[in-house]
């Protein structure tokens, strides 16, 4: 059976942020939840969770040992799992690892467009974005980047949050990209701390590069979870894993931020990580599979808007600068009644475009398309 195959009915009867954000009427494409029923694995875990009462605070490391161990299976990178902290989020995990390795007001890197909370959660810890836009082929423009790194693009920032794999884009950076970003932030002493949550959905021969994996990474700090490939963002867990000498800065992370995780999380995250691997790669390829089915919708449906799959994420970065309007996600969800995320909100120059979930059933990802194009007739 498919993982995707939820009816629609049975996903309206849902109360998280998805399928209640907008009226009953709106049928919900855009922020990062999955259209799926938990891994059984998952399920029966919880199940026996609330059935022992075992539901207190937690203890002990088997989150972090168990993305070790799927670390090591998928993409070969071994890390000692004592340089793993647990952090409520990544989003929370990334801002608090900002705060404690850069100074008060100091200014961090972003590759927009880029997940819209970046924007949001580095000025909540007091520091301040930079824009460093990617190339119009979505890679990384390493020149740029130099440039920004040794202060030629505004003030010498000193961090930089790197989305790896690229969220919403859905791009996967190069070993040869990633190692001169290591030269760079190691030459200009830049700390870069990667958000790496979107890692699990990469397929185990994808060729994913874990930042932390390549030589020069020493003082970076990657911030992942299991949340988006097993649809946990409702059970709090994530970690924050240190190279060989940001681990010991890592350990002097204050309990509110250590101590905040859902001990339910900790249990979702790590049974997902060891006993959910089959299930993980079956939704990679109903996730491949969507991608193509929704580029090809749009190019016989809508052909006036451009999209090219990228290898990453279940979230599609779709241009409508041809359709001329300001605001496209709110043409669509005014005119068509489907909610998709809108482009501005990933950062300078993005406002011509939508992000598209895809983790849903063919069936429904078909209707969003037929929504949308009913709303550019």
């Known amino acids: 059976m498919a993982i995707f195959d939820v009816p629609l009915s049975e996903l309206q009867q849902r109360t998280s942020m998805k399928w209640r954000r907008f009226g009953a009427d709106i049928l919900p494409a855009w922020v990062a939840e999955m259209d799926c029923r938990p891994a059984p694995a998952v399920r029966d875990a919880l199940f026996e969770a609330i059935e022992t009462g075992d539901t207190g605070y937690p203890e002990g490391d088997?989150?972090?040992?168990?993305?070790?161990?799927?670390?090591?299976?998928?993409?070969?990178?071994?890390?000692?799992?004592?340089?793993?902290?647990?952090?409520?989020?990544?989003?929370?995990?990334?801002?608090?690892?900002?705060?404690?390795?850069?100074?008060?007001?100091?200014?961090?890197?972003?590759?927009?467009p880029v997940y819209n909370c970046f924007y949001g959660y580095l000025p909540w810890v007091g520091r301040n974005v930079l824009e460093v836009p990617l190339t119009a082929d979505h890679e990384l423009d390493l020149d740029a980047l130099e440039d920004a790194f040794a202060g030629r693009l505004g003030p010498k920032p000193q961090g930089y949050l790197l989305c790896n794999p690229h969220n919403p884009t859905g791009t996967q950076f190069t070993a040869a990209e990633l190692g001169r970003v290591a030269e760079l932030a190691d030459t200009y002493d830049v700390t870069v701390i990667s958000d790496e949550i979107h890692a699990p959905l990469m397929a185990a021969d994808s060729g994913f590069v874990p930042y932390l994996s390549l030589p020069g990474t020493e003082n970076a700090v990657t911030v992942t979870s299991a949340s988006k490939a097993w649809n946990l963002a409702g059970l709090k867990a994530a970690l924050a894993i240190g190279g060989s000498r940001s681990a010991e800065a890592l350990r002097t992370l204050p309990d509110e931020v250590t101590h905040s995780a859902s001990h339910l999380g900790l249990i979702s995250h790590a049974v997902a990580l060891t006993k959910a691997e089959d299930w993980l790669d079956q939704v990679i390829g109903e996730i491949e599979s969507n991608r193509h089915l929704l580029a090809r919708l749009l190019a016989e449906r809508a052909p006036q808007l451009r999209y090219h799959p990228g290898p990453a994420t279940y979230l599609a970065w779709v241009d409508c600068s041809a359709l001329g309007v300001t605001n496209p996600a709110a043409v669509f969800r005014t005119r068509g009644k489907v909610a998709l995320s809108p482009g501005a909100i990933f950062g300078s120059g993005a406002g011509q475009h939508v992000r598209v979930n895809v983790a849903t059933s063919p069936e429904i990802l078909t209707e969003v398309v037929e929504r949308m194009v009913r709303a550019i007739e």
């Open 62 to 112: 088997v989150y972090q040992r168990a993305y070790a161990d799927f670390a090591a299976r998928r993409w070969n990178w071994q890390f000692d799992p004592a340089d793993a902290v647990i952090v409520p989020d990544v989003m929370q995990g990334a801002a608090r690892v900002a705060e404690l390795l850069t100074a008060p007001d100091s200014h961090i890197v972003v590759n927009n």
